[in-house]
């Protein structure tokens, strides 16, 4: 049965930090602030994943009480998410990310972002679109404090027995 899901994620931009999206370094002077490394595409992309198939969220499969988690490259859960859904015979069809900030331009880092991401899900790259806006200067992503991300996921999740 193919089930849709959503995900969405923010992260406050501070200094001191990398910053890290879609899986990949993107360089700027500012860095999302998070338990892990905010990475907020990866995040977005993996609650999409987990509300198609069922399994919760972010939040319950890594809870940022758990130690494990500090400072953890984003791709670990993404990797994590794929062996989840491979685990019930899940099949990720397409999905697409949409970043959301006002700078850097991330243009030039959208196809390294797909690539990354698709490699740590073990899908095809062509299944998976990135695509970055800014917020036209509103909002706290429009004044350059946070960085947002939407994704939505389309996954076929064989039928309960
Ligand atoms: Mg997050």
Excluded at 124 to 139: I, M, Q, T, W
Aim: aromatic share 4%; charged share 20%; net charge negative.
């Amino acid at each position: 049965m193919l089930r849709i899901g959503q995900g969405y994620d923010i992260h406050r931009l501070v200094a001191g930090r990398p910053l890290r999206l879609g899986c990949i370094e993107v360089p700027f002077e500012l860095g999302a602030l998070g338990h892990s490394d905010g990475d907020a595409a990866a995040h977005a992309l993996c609650d999409a994943l987990l509300g198609a198939t069922g399994l919760g969220d972010m939040g319950v499969l890594f809870p940022s009480s758990d130690a494990r988690w500090k400072d953890a490259a984003s791709v670990n859960f993404l990797r994590e998410v794929a062996e989840r859904l491979s685990a019930m015979g899940a099949v990720v069809m397409s999905a697409d990310v949409t970043l959301v900030i006002e700078k850097p331009r991330l243009a030039p880092h959208l196809e390294a972002m797909r690539r990354s991401m698709a490699t740590a899900l073990g899908i095809d790259a062509d299944l998976l679109s990135v695509k970055a806006k800014s917020s036209d200067g509103l909002g706290p992503v429009g004044e350059g404090k946070a960085v947002a991300a939407l994704a939505v996921a389309l996954v076929d999740v064989p039928a309960r027995r």
